[in-house]
């Protein structure tokens, strides 16, 4: 089994940035496609982004691209999910979880989420 944890969520102001950081304990990264979701309140769950095993395939959804890059290092059992220009529409608990592969449909397949992390982008 592998566990996630995430952090580097906070309060920015538009045109901020945040790192975020999903941290694996237990089995090591290496076997595992990670998504990026976020759930803000009153709305459905959004696949943000995911990075296969590798690293060599990587989705967005359509509203982050261009503002959001996902990456991994799996040495340090760690997925980052670089923030940029963010936007208040943006704040949400953004969450971590193993997924069944790299793109939107199999971000449908998810399992072992973490407990969120939350990011408020607010003046």
């Known amino acids: 089994q592998v566990q996630l944890v995430e952090s580097g969520g906070g309060l920015v102001q538009p045109g901020g940035s945040l790192r975020l950081s999903c941290t694996a304990s237990?089995?090591?990264?290496?076997?595992?496609?990670i998504g990026w979701f976020r759930q803000a309140p009153g709305k459905e769950r959004e696949g943000v982004s995911c990075?296969?095993?590798?690293?060599?395939?990587?989705y967005y959804t359509d509203s982050v691209k261009g503002r959001f890059t996902i990456s991994r290092d799996n040495a340090k059992k760690t997925v980052y999910l670089q923030t940029l220009s963010l936007k208040p529409e943006d704040t949400a608990v953004y969450y971590c979880?193993?997924?069944?592969?790299?793109?939107?449909?199999?971000?449908?397949?998810?399992?072992?989420w973490g407990q969120g992390t939350q990011v408020t982008v607010s003046s």
């Open positions: 990075i296969s095993i590798t690293g060599s395939t990587t």
């Open positions: 979880a193993t997924v069944a592969w790299c793109d939107a449909q199999g971000m449908r397949v998810s399992h072992n």
């Open positions: 237990g089995l090591t990264l290496d076997y595992y496609a």
